[in-house]
């Protein structure tokens, strides 16, 4: 029977699938549109698809969109399941169904019975060969020695010193790109009184993104006026924005220092020398590496591609050992 080994990305914003004789397979939005005929549920598109579909006004009555994925856990399962089953059937056009081996990674904050979600929502897809990789693990730019790595997300950011035997020490924040779109989206209502849509707030966001004070960006954002509810364009400036990102970027480099601060000290001096890596959305911020540098006095590394944890992760395909012993599992699984 036909084997594929996967590196599985679901996040709050997209899914990342990653085979390992073919590199990235699908990178699709985490969004499913359910079909309900009868009480019978079914998927009716998935990904880029029913995001699509959900920007349309002529849309079915009996379709509805979900996100299953909210604040790094499984907010509905069987969304989930079948956004899964969608993706893999997706990228997968052979008529014999393969066995699936899977490294699914997920945030290092997750409660037990989280991850038993991951897990649960594998095995009800036939799945039976998971394992499940706390993002900073996967993430890491090589293996052996310690190292210092962020991963923002779109609902929440891991933060953890990662050593030979995993996670020495680490947490998972609310801090986000959607967080900070949200603030934004109130400090426009407060300060110019017009009502904006989400997802133009984040199109602002990534226009004026800037953590230099030396460089001034602006850019026109539409929404309804708060009184009268007359349509109305406001230009904005990336002084707006910093007002919120700088105050939010500066409780994550909080965090980081507690972290810092509580890991063994033989372990500061080496990652004084090899830094900070941050991954994700937030890393696209310009300036952020030299802000945060100055802030820590220590080097700091970015990389804002969406695909980078599963790309990274995939060194794992070959040294599982090293994979092993950082998870605590004894034996080299999944050969």
Sequence with gaps: MCRLDLIIDIGASNT??????????????????????????SVYLAGSEALDLAKKKNRPDNVNFIYPVNN??????????????????????????????VMAIISCGLKPSERKAFENMFFDLNIKN??????????????????????????????????ENGVIAGCSISISGT?????????????????????????????????????TLSTFIQGKDEIDK?????????????????PTINDLIQTVESI??????????SIKNSGLHIYGGLANIPHLDNYISNALGIPVYVD????????????????KVALNKMLGINGENNK
């Design 72 to 101: 790094a856990s499984i907010q509905n399962i069987e969304a989930c399941k079948l956004m899964i089953k969608y993706f893999l059937d997706k990228f997968n056009k052979s008529f014999i169904r393969p066995t699936f081996v």
């Design 230 to 246: 007359i349509r109305r364009k406001e230009e904005i400036h990336s002084g707006d924005l910093q007002k919120i990102l700088i």
């Design 304 to 319: 804002g591609s969406i695909e980078a944890v599963a790309t990274n992760c995939a060194k794992f395909f070959k040294d």
């Design 179 to 215: 967080l900070i779109a949200n603030r934004f989206k109130k400090y426009i209502l407060d300060n110019y009184h017009l009502i904006v849509p989400l997802s133009r707030v984040e199109n602002a966001v990534k226009e004026l993104s800037e953590m230099s004070l030396d460089h």
């Design 130 to 163: 998971v394992t499940l990789i706390d993002a900073p693990i996967a993430v890491l730019p090589k293996v052996g020695g310690v190292q210092f790595v962020m991963v923002t997300g779109a609902s929440v950011t891991d933060i953890a010193i990662v050593g």
């Design 16 to 41: 990342i699938i990653y085979e390992k004789k073919r590199g990235i397979v699908l990178s699709e939005p985490s969004i499913v549109a359910i079909k309900n005929v009868n009480g019978k549920k």
């Design 260 to 269: 810092f601060r509580i890991a063994p000290e033989n372990y500061q001096a």
